[in-house]
């Protein structure tokens, strides 16, 4: 397995990926799923950012990706990011969500992100919420039945991590 730098050639698999927990999971709040055209553009203004967009890859396989993206749109936000990190729904268990958010944590520039945002929906498995804390991110409070998505209301907790260099 190799983390690199995603690419236009990525984002058809990116976008598989996400499609799957558009379609069957509340983790994201999106009802339709984003071409892999919308996520090259994406990934290319994330990484025109100065901010990483990974990928996990196995031969040509994308496993999974992870990004730093803007967390709010106003000027006042932009030292603040926000992560994402999926992965292809075979390759769960396997620690790649945490060398992910390792290497997010570590490829970032700490002179432009000074704190990063976890927006986690809350389901039955807790496992997000346990993979940012083993990475430092600490509980900044819940948003209580903000999403409806597959019939149901979701809440959202909120993570914080604060980037030591910066």
């Known amino acids: 397995m190799t983390l690199r730098t ?3 050639d990525d984002c058809a698999q990116i976008a598989e990926i996400y ?5 069957h999971t509340v983790i994201t709040f999106d ?6 055209q919308d996520w090259d ?5 994330i990484i025109d950012r100065g ?8 031969g040509t396989t994308v496993l999974g ?11 006042a936000y932009d030292w603040t990011t926000e992560d994402t990190i999926y992965l292809r729904p075979d390759a769960t268990g396997r620690g790649l969500g945490s060398t992910l958010l390792r290497a997010l944590l570590t490829d970032l520039d700490p002179t432009s992100v000074r704190r990063i945002i976890a927006v986690i929906a809350v389901i039955e498995s807790d496992a997000s919420i346990r993979l940012h804390e083993r990475a430092g991110f600490v509980d900044a409070g819940t948003l209580r039945r903000v999403g409806f998505k597959h019939d149901r209301w979701v809440d959202c907790v909120f993570m914080q991590y604060d ?3 910066a």
């Open 6 to 8: 995603a690419t236009t």
């Open 19 to 23: 499609q799957h927990y558009v379609e």
């Open 31 to 36: 009802y339709e799923s984003p071409s892999a």
């Open 41 to 45: 553009h994406k990934r290319s203004t």
């Open 51 to 58: 901010r990483p967009f990974l990928v996990a890859v196995e």
């Open 65 to 75: 990706f992870a990004y730093l993206a803007e967390f709010r749109t106003k000027q």
């Open 163 to 165: 980037v030591p260099e």
